[in-house]
T-cell receptor, first 115, second 113 residues
Framework: DAGVIQSPRHEVTEMGQEVTLRCKPI?????LFWYRQTMMRGLELLIY????????DSGMPEDRFSAKMPNASFSTLKIQPSEPRDSAVYFC?????????????FGEGSWLTVV | GENVEQHPSTLSVQEGDSAVIKCTYS??????FPWYKQELGKRPQLIID?????GEKKDQRIAVTLNKTAKHFSLHITETQPEDSAVYFC????????????FGSGTRLQVQP
């Protein structure tokens, strides 16, 4: 399996622009997670899905952030409008059951810089 | 709340020495504790994990111990090598609340040749 696939790998955008990050989970994984990594806040869970349904979005920082999972093999994280403080690495991860906790597998990350 | 404290934030050891990283968690119902290694510019990758029904687990030079009573767990790396240099994250799965992994703040390990 190719693992979790994210795009773009790097994005530089201007403040106020819309940013869309994409993720393809590992085939057969029914949980998908979006994490954000910064020096100040470490690895934060933004939102996760089970069987394409959002389960917990309490980590989404504000209304500028939204995430969707239209099918089992694709998810997007959108920031509109973007701000410099959104600059971070955004990781998508997937796993099988998490009822009792299970390994999550990270993608390579999307490195976002908002100037 | 769901909280994982990790110490130290940085650790420097000589090649061949042992390294120990410690984490504490807030929810006594937590039952799954993985450790991830993240090399510079790369993704976090699982190196070892332990479930709450086990007190210790070993895999070659790395081991993890769990003390459920004290709600803490530790990563032990023996005979460290320069390629062990990375950031290490502990995590805990909280069965209540979000029912997802919460990560510690990370430990930057530097192994001096």
């Amino acid at each position: 399996d190719a693992g979790v696939i994210q795009s773009p790998r790097h994005e530089v955008t201007e403040m106020g622009q819309e940013v869309t990050l994409r993720c393809k989970p590992i085939s057969g994984h029914d949980y998908l997670f979006w994490y954000r990594q910064t020096m100040m806040r470490g690895l934060e869970l933004l939102i996760y899905f089970n069987n394409n349904v959002p389960i917990d979005d309490s980590g989404m920082p504000e209304d500028r952030f939204s995430a969707k999972m239209p099918n089992a093999s694709f998810s997007t994280l959108k920031i509109q409008p973007s701000e410099p403080r959104d600059s971070a690495v955004y990781f998508c991860a997937s796993s099988t059951r998490t009822g009792n906790g299970n390994t999550i597998y990270f993608g390579e990350g999307s490195w976002l810089t908002v100037v | 709340g769901e909280n994982v404290e990790q110490h130290p934030s940085t650790l420097s050891v000589q090649e061949g020495d042992s390294a120990v990283i410690k984490c504490t968690y807030s929810d006594s119902a937590s039952n799954y504790f993985p450790w991830y290694k993240q090399e510079l510019g790369k993704r976090p990758q699982l190196i070892i994990d332990i479930r709450s029904n086990v007190g210790e687990k070993k895999d070659q030079r790395i081991a993890v111990t769990l003390n459920k009573t004290a709600k803490h767990f530790s990563l032990h790396i023996t005979e460290t090598q320069p390629e062990d240099s990375a950031v290490y994250f502990c995590a805990a799965f909280f069965k209540g609340g979000r029912r997802a992994l919460t990560f510690g703040s990370g430990t930057r390990l530097q192994v001096q040749p």
